[in-house]
């Protein structure tokens, strides 16, 4: 079955450690999302990338890095620089980003926690 | 910036009954909208797609709308159930990126 998987489901890191969270798509989706969700509020996008190679920042880029080097994976490192990184994690992918009308699927999230 | 609003934040109704949930975005420069499920600690799952061009879409007893020249989309679910209850998204597609709301909790007491 086609879908997202991200690992692990849930994470615990020591404050000052760079983690590093595991978003894996065999959709053929040329675009990929990393939402925060944090309680009470709305998702808000950290990264996107619309195409192997090439990604942007969102609204809430900074203390985050991301690569895109295949079509199936977008993996998202959390680093010491972000200053409150304890929050719910989620991945998505859609066929094409841009001016389209695809609609956006995602993976059941990480959770990660920062002590 | 495209803004989306969701209103009520909560709402606990009995089993049975038909409710409606709204959604608000301040730019109607939008591509599509997408209304999506969320349970406890998951993901989400997404339950109906609205294209710009279209006014409405119904997947069971689900029934969305959207009216882009006053911002506004609401999610219609008819003859509610015990199953239902979940935090429901709504998310709009103005480009690059999808905006969302904060979600509407939803309690469907037996």
Same mark, same amino acid.
């Given at each position: 079955?086609?879908?997202?998987?991200?690992?692990?489901?849930?994470l615990f890191r020591k404050e000052g450690q760079?983690?590093?969270?595991?978003?894996?798509?065999?959709?053929?989706?040329?675009?990929?999302?990393?939402?925060?969700?944090?309680?009470?509020?709305?998702?808000?996008?950290?990264?996107?990338?619309?195409?192997?190679?090439?990604?942007?920042?969102?609204?809430?880029?900074?203390?985050?890095?991301?690569?895109?080097?295949?079509?199936?994976?977008?993996?998202?490192?959390?680093?010491?620089?972000?200053?409150?990184?304890?929050?719910?994690?989620?991945?998505?992918?859609?066929?094409?980003?841009?001016?389209?009308?695809?609609?956006?699927?995602?993976?059941?999230?990480?959770?990660?926690?920062?002590? | 910036?495209?803004? !989306?609003?969701?209103?009520?934040?909560?709402?606990?109704?009995?089993?049975?009954?038909?409710? !409606?949930?709204?959604?608000?975005?301040?730019?109607?420069?939008?591509?599509?909208?997408?209304?999506?499920?969320?349970?406890?600690?998951?993901?989400?799952?997404?339950?109906?797609?609205?294209?710009?061009?279209?006014?409405?879409?119904?997947?069971?007893?689900?029934?969305?709308?959207?009216?882009?020249?006053?911002?506004?989309?609401?999610?219609?679910?008819?003859?509610?159930?015990?199953?239902?209850?979940?935090?429901?998204?709504?998310?709009?597609?103005?480009?690059?990126?999808?905006?969302?709301?904060?979600?509407?909790?939803?309690?469907?007491?037996?």
């Amino acid at each position: 079955d086609g879908g997202i998987t991200q690992s692990p489901k849930y994470l615990f890191r020591k404050e000052g450690q760079n983690v590093t969270l595991s978003c894996e798509q065999n959709l053929n989706h040329d675009a990929m999302y990393w939402y925060r969700q944090d309680p009470g509020q709305g998702l808000r996008l950290i990264y996107y990338s619309q195409i192997v190679n090439d990604f942007q920042k969102g609204d809430i880029a900074e203390g985050y890095s991301v690569s895109r080097e295949k079509k199936e994976s977008f993996p998202l490192t959390v680093t010491s620089a972000q200053k409150n990184p304890t929050a719910f994690y989620l991945c998505a992918s859609r066929i094409s980003g841009g001016r389209s009308g695809s609609p956006l699927h995602f993976g059941n999230g990480t959770r990660l926690t920062v002590t | 910036k495209q803004e !989306v609003t969701q209103i009520p934040a909560a709402l606990s109704v009995p089993e049975g009954e038909n409710l !409606v949930l709204n959604c608000s975005f301040t730019d109607s420069a939008i591509y599509n909208l997408q209304w999506f499920r969320q349970d406890p600690g998951k993901g989400l799952t997404s339950l109906l797609l609205i294209q710009s061009s279209q006014r409405e879409q119904t997947s069971g007893r689900l029934n969305a709308s959207l009216d882009k020249s006053s911002g506004r989309s609401t999610l219609y679910i008819a003859a509610s159930q015990p199953g239902d209850s979940a935090t429901y998204l709504c998310a709009v597609s103005g480009g690059n990126d999808m905006r969302f709301g904060a979600g509407t909790r939803l309690t469907v007491k037996p």
